[in-house]
């Protein structure tokens, strides 16, 4: 367990430092003002974090962590169902499995019509990226307990809450992390997407601003941002499995 | 006691109906083991499950106690033989999920008591990934017992067990159950585990599953059993009756 822990974080600085190097090579290669180096990027980052960026941020964060809760609070629940109940999956199972390979994204133009620009439609999106994924693992996990598993609590007289509670979710919330560990990264996508429209929030705006202002020293700071909040997101989440699950 | 009358049970779909339990009527007194001995898919684990009331659809009479088998009213303890303990559950919780799920603050004394007659008092916080099968057997035999069980159901328990520490539980049990005398129905197709465990041994007969005979056990809780004489006149007369009446059908 705890070799398994040491072996991510090394793993991660191995990346790290990996991807630093590749780009710094890359950069002094060149040498040309679209790929500065990393250190000239990071120094940066440290100058106009709080200045510049930090409501950027704080804007990307709420969105994609409300995104993230309303998903699982609304995707678990129904895959709960869904996987217990056989009648509620005959009635659910066939929309969920058409709409599921619909490319979410093409929808984006429907969703701004119906919910405007603001932030309901980049919510809306990032919620309809995630939630089908949910949904369906969270059921799969259902199905998948063995009917000895239930035996003992039945013959104990336990109520149906009591079968949730003690079954179904401690043995599908490892699953249901996982499928949501997964969907992050879309999502992040998705959020990114969202972001360079109908706004001035949001590491998306930042970036494209950047862009849009030739100043590639802060549209590079506003990338390893971005992708570092994803990654933090991402490690939380695996953390908090690794807590949770630890029985596995 | 447990009246069984008439007790038939059938599986699958409406046009192909395989009968598993054919009309079995048997009275099962309180505070007795009776083991239930027959071949693999006889039909007595399914026995079993409608003494539990996890299978509900059968035809005839079963009563606990006069009422029918209703396991929110009664207490019933199962032990299957995969343990049946819940793996996201510590050693503790999975012992106390019965009196949990029952709704009552377990008794903490004689929790410990229980733990300790076990020899599981040091394992309370592990994980049943962690343990060996005599380790979860164990937990699941103090599941059973916490829950203070009107009636204990015991599914093939120790099958899945190396012989030593196979023969190591049922001699825990059997101090255990000693000082309870709960009426217990334990399933299992060794006729040694049938002799050495319960006080009457039932034959089922092959699939479809029917009671050949009920027999009073001379040999239970004689003291050094193994080693006597007795048992081993009893294991030849059962064996020699389980062959001749398996191999009618």
């Known amino acids: 367990m705890v070799e398994a822990v040491k072996d991510k974080w090394l793993g991660a600085a191995y990346s ?26 990071f120094q940066n980052i440290l100058d106009i974090y709080t200045s510049k960026m930090q409501a950027h941020v704080a804007a990307s964060l709420l969105r994609i962590l409300a995104g993230i809760i309303i998903a699982i609070l609304a995707g678990v629940p129904l895959g709960f169902l869904m996987g217990y109940f056989e009648r509620v999956d005959k009635i659910l199972s066939p929309l969920v499995y058409f709409t599921y390979p619909v490319p979410k994204l093409a929808l984006l133009p429907i969703v701004m019509l119906l919910f405007g620009l603001g932030e309901t439609s980049k919510l809306i999106m990032i919620i309809l990226i995630i939630v089908f994924q949910i949904i369906i693992t969270s059921r799969d996990a259902v199905k998948s307990i063995p009917a000895e598993t239930y035996h003992s609590l039945q013959s104990l007289g336990a109520s149906r809450r009591q079968m949730f509670t003690e079954i179904i ?8 992390l996982t499928a949501t560990r997964l969907a992050l990264g879309t999502a992040v996508s998705i959020l990114f997407f969202t972001e360079t429209f109908g706004t001035e929030y949001g590491m998306g705006y930042f970036i494209m601003d950047a862009w849009m202002r030739v100043n590639y020293l802060e549209m590079y700071s506003g990338i390893v941002v971005l992708s570092f909040m994803g990654f933090v997101i991402f490690t939380l989440i695996d953390l908090s499995e690794s807590r949770l699950c630890s029985w596995r | ?3 069984v009358k008439e007790l038939s049970v059938a599986y699958g779909e409406n046009q192909q109906l395989t009968p598993a339990l054919d009309k079995v009527t048997i009275e099962i007194d309180s505070g007795q083991i009776y083991t239930f001995i027959g071949p693999s898919g006889c039909g007595k684990s399914t026995f079993l499950y409608i003494l539990a009331g996890i299978l509900r659809d059968y035809q005839g009479i079963v009563t606990i106690d006069g009422k029918p088998v209703d396991p929110q009213k009664q ?23 019965g009196a ?12 410990r008591f229980i733990f300790q007659q076990l020899g599981i008092e040091d394992l309370l916080g592990r994980y049943p990934k962690e343990l060996s099968g005599g380790q979860q057997q164990r937990v699941a035999i103090a599941r059973a017992f916490i829950l203070k069980p009107d009636l204990l159901l015991m599914d093939e328990p120790f099958s899945a067990l190396d012989a030593i520490t196979r023969e190591e539980i049922q001699d825990l049990f059997l101090k255990i159950w ?10 299992t197709h060794s006729v040694d585990e049938a002799l050495y465990l319960g006080s009457k041994i039932v034959v089922f007969s092959p699939a479809p599953g ?17 080693a006597r004489d007795e048992y081993y006149r009893m294991s030849k007369q059962l064996r020699k009756m389980l062959s001749e009446e398996w191999s009618k059908q």
């Open chain 1, 16 to 41: 790290f430092i990996v991807v630093l190097v590749f780009w710094g090579l890359v950069s002094w290669w060149l040498d040309i003002p679209i790929i500065p180096s990393p250190a000239a990027v």
């Open chain 2, 1 to 3: 006691m447990i009246s």
């Open chain 2, 75 to 97: 207490r019933i303890g199962l032990i299957l033989q995969n343990y049946g303990l819940l793996p996201w559950k510590n050693v503790y919780q999975n012992a106390i999920l």
């Open chain 2, 100 to 111: 949990k799920i029952k709704d009552q603050p377990a008794d903490e004394p004689y929790v």
């Open chain 1, 169 to 176: 979710v401690p043995a599908s919330l490892p699953e249901v």
């Open chain 2, 210 to 226: 029917k009671i050949i005979e009920v027999i009073d056990n001379p040999c239970f809780q004689l003291e050094n059993l193994r």
């Open chain 2, 178 to 187: 000693k000082q309870h005398q709960v009426t217990t129905v334990f399933i």
